[in-house]
């Protein structure tokens, strides 16, 4: 027999082995009983990022539902569910008042991934080159869902929530309401890095902000290099470019060190999806800022909005409730949902993520996991005692 051809079988035979292994390992892991409430109302596609990263975590650490089976990011959750983008076919799973008395009583936790919504160019005109917002067909942050976080808290049940809970199209009303339930503050501001501000050379870059950009600076739009986009709720549209206003092209998280203790998480990792800018009153804890590296022309365009470089990530409250809130769209990711079902796997892929700042896996294998996983584990327990 051919040497190489040899060594390739017994190559292919390690790793069958390592694979059958580690689901094995996985496979005769505890279950964890925890019955959690999934909010998503940003879904225009089957592939329902916006929380497939969070269903990734609680397959992988074995989190069961009430019935006892694990967690299908296709069905369970509230929220917009595509049925066929080709005939415009959709559904949603919305909760009614006389229903959140019976949901609190059922629900362990909830985790509202995302509340932005649908729009009629992500749905129905999915290649469009339209360049102006459009039309809601479904999303923001409502009444209900409102009474069903006060209730929750109420009974000290556990409360995660990201990007977006209460930014547009959520009425100001509904904000002012939320801000005030967890001691929370939007600036009104949202941003998020990109690679390249070169429109001739980034097909991908949006439309819509370089055509609000250009309305409101006399329709010039001069940024070639990377940078990062700052969005306002009423339009305003703030630029920061690499070399121009930054030393560093994207934000880093900086995670305290009571929080890299903690959770296991690096102390500072970089991060390349949207964020918002929100700010928190002393009653919380701060376990993670976001800092943007400005220079003196950048710092003095934060400045002139009224915004500083360093901002929290990562806002804790526990004792009398149990809250957290994600500053960015964490839980989004084009993960592969079958690696959950191996055991160490996220150990060892989160060595080979680096520094290309075009991806977010070091962000997800580094900080959300272990992030995520302790919050549950340590919520868990308390529920497993009780």
Same mark, same amino acid.
């Given at each position: 027999?051919?040497?190489?051809?040899?060594?390739?079988?017994?190559?292919?035979?390690?790793?069958?082995?390592? #694979?059958?292994?580690?689901?094995?390992?996985?496979?005769?892991?505890?279950?964890?009983?925890?019955?959690?409430?999934? #909010?998503?109302?940003?879904?225009?596609?089957?592939? @329902?990022?916006?929380?497939?990263?969070?269903?990734?975590?609680?397959?992988?650490?074995?989190?069961?539902?009430?019935?006892?089976?694990?967690?299908?990011?296709?069905?369970?959750?509230?929220?917009?569910?595509? #049925? =066929?983008?080709?005939?415009?076919?959709?559904?949603? @799973?919305?909760?009614?008042?006389?229903?959140?008395?019976?949901?609190?009583?059922?629900?362990?936790?909830?985790?509202?991934?995302?509340?932005?919504?649908?729009?009629?160019?992500?749905?129905?005109?999915?290649?469009?080159?339209?360049?102006?917002?459009?039309?809601?067909?479904?999303?923001?942050?409502?009444?209900?869902?409102?009474?069903?976080?006060?209730?929750?808290?109420?009974?000290?049940?556990?409360?995660?929530?990201?990007?977006?809970?209460?930014?547009?199209?959520?009425?100001?009303?509904? @904000?002012?309401?939320?801000?005030?339930?967890?001691?929370?503050?939007?600036?009104?501001?949202?941003?998020?890095?990109?690679?390249?501000?070169?429109?001739?050379?980034?097909?991908?870059?949006?439309?819509?902000?370089?055509?609000?950009?250009?309305?409101?600076?006399?329709?010039?739009?001069?940024?070639?290099?990377?940078?990062?986009?700052?969005?306002?709720?009423?339009?305003?549209?703030?630029?920061?470019?690499?070399?121009?206003?930054?030393?560093?092209?994207?934000?880093?998280?900086?995670?305290?060190?009571?929080?890299?203790? @903690?959770?296991?998480?690096?102390?500072?990792?970089?991060?390349?999806?949207?964020?918002?800018?929100?700010?928190?009153?002393?009653?919380?804890?701060?376990?993670?800022?976001?800092?943007?590296?400005?220079?003196?022309?950048?710092?003095?365009?934060?400045?002139?909005?009224?915004?500083?470089?360093?901002?929290?990530?990562?806002?804790?409250?526990?004792?009398?409730?149990?809250?957290?809130?994600?500053?960015?769209?964490?839980?989004?990711?084009?993960?592969?949902?079958?690696?959950?079902?191996?055991?160490?796997?996220? =150990?060892?892929?989160?060595?080979?993520?680096?520094?290309?700042?075009?991806? =977010?896996?070091?962000?997800?294998?580094?900080?959300?996991?272990?992030? #995520?996983?302790?919050?549950?584990?340590?919520?868990?327990?308390?529920?497993?005692?009780?």
């Amino acid at each position: 027999m051919n040497k190489k051809y040899l060594i390739s079988i017994i190559a292919v035979s390690v790793i069958i082995l390592i #694979l059958a292994g580690s689901w094995l390992m996985w496979f005769v892991k505890a279950e964890k009983p925890l019955n959690i409430y999934i #909010l998503d109302k940003t879904v225009p596609t089957m592939e @329902r990022t916006e929380h497939k990263s969070l269903n990734w975590v609680l397959n992988h650490e074995k989190y069961v539902k009430s019935n006892g089976f694990l967690y299908d990011s296709d069905k369970d959750y509230y929220g917009f569910f595509p #049925l =066929n983008s080709k005939s415009q076919e959709f559904d949603f @799973r919305s909760i009614r008042i006389h229903e959140i008395e019976d949901i609190v009583e059922e629900y362990d936790m909830l985790y509202y991934a995302d509340t932005y919504g649908v729009y009629y160019n992500e749905w129905y005109k999915k290649d469009s080159k339209d360049i102006k917002h459009t039309q809601k067909v479904y999303g923001g942050l409502n009444q209900n869902d409102y009474l069903l976080l006060k209730e929750m808290k109420e009974q000290k049940k556990l409360i995660i929530t990201e990007f977006n809970l209460y930014n547009a199209p959520t009425n100001g009303l509904i @904000r002012d309401k939320v801000e005030e339930l967890f001691g929370l503050s939007w600036s009104g501001w949202t941003g998020k890095y990109f690679s390249s501000l070169d429109t001739t050379d980034n097909s991908d870059f949006p439309l819509w902000i370089v055509n609000l950009y250009m309305e409101q600076n006399n329709n010039e739009w001069s940024f070639f290099n990377a940078g990062i986009v700052l969005v306002h709720k009423f339009g305003t549209i703030a630029i920061l470019e690499q070399g121009t206003h930054l030393t560093k092209e994207i934000p880093f998280i900086n995670a305290k060190q009571e929080t890299i203790e @903690r959770f296991g998480v690096p102390e500072i990792v970089h991060y390349s999806k949207w964020f918002d800018i929100t700010f928190s009153e002393d009653k919380n804890k701060v376990l993670a800022n976001f800092n943007i590296h400005v220079n003196e022309i950048g710092d003095s365009v934060l400045q002139h909005y009224n915004l500083k470089p360093v901002f929290p990530a990562v806002i804790e409250h526990t004792g009398d409730y149990n809250f957290y809130y994600f500053g960015g769209d964490f839980a989004e990711s084009d993960i592969n949902k079958k690696s959950a079902f191996f055991e160490g796997y996220h =150990n060892c892929v989160s060595i080979f993520h680096g520094s290309d700042y075009d991806s =977010n896996s070091k962000f997800f294998w580094q900080f959300y996991v272990p992030m #995520l996983s302790g919050i549950l584990d340590d919520y868990q327990k308390t529920q497993v005692v009780e």
